[in-house]
């Protein structure tokens, strides 16, 4: 096996969702992009595949251009842990304006605050700040 690569498949909105992820997190960029041409499969332009990275980790994605019954679960998320309150905030605000809070920004317990979000595009994540004596560093 060379490698592993977390996958998304998206069905028309994967270099806005790749553009949004990007801008939200710091150290991350969009690495490739290869579009369908006019001769399809999918509509001109959209991404027929593409690679971005999150602050190193690297993921895949693509436009499908079949029509499927199903979409992202929550069962697969984005685990973030954040270095500070003021971060933790600036994301979950993003991140959450017109998705799904599945769980709201608050103190579980085992962090100092935890929420667990499905994005406007479905995707699902975790967005952690540590409690003080787990930060490793």
């Not at 436009?63 to 979409?71: G, L, N, P, Q």
């Not at 069962?75 to 500070?84: A, G, P, R, V």
């Not at 317990?109 to 952690?128: C, P, R």
């Amino acid at each position: 096996m060379k490698k592993v690569t977390p996958f998304l498949m998206f069905e028309g909105n994967a270099e806005k969702a790749m553009n949004y992820y990007t801008s939200l997190i710091e150290d991350s960029e969009i690495t490739s992009i290869t579009r369908y041409g006019a001769n399809g499969p999918g509509d001109e332009g959209t991404v027929m595949e593409a690679t971005f990275s999150l602050k190193g980790q690297e993921f895949m994605c693509i436009d499908s251009y079949v029509k499927h019954k199903f979409t992202f679960t929550p069962s697969f998320s984005i685990f973030l842990t954040c270095e500070s309150e003021e971060e933790m905030d600036r994301l979950y605000e993003k991140l959450s304006d017109d998705g799904e809070i599945l769980m709201p920004l608050d103190d579980y317990g085992f962090s100092q605050k935890f929420a667990w979000i499905a994005d406007q595009f479905g995707v699902s994540w975790q967005i952690n700040l540590p409690n003080k004596q787990e930060v490793h560093g």
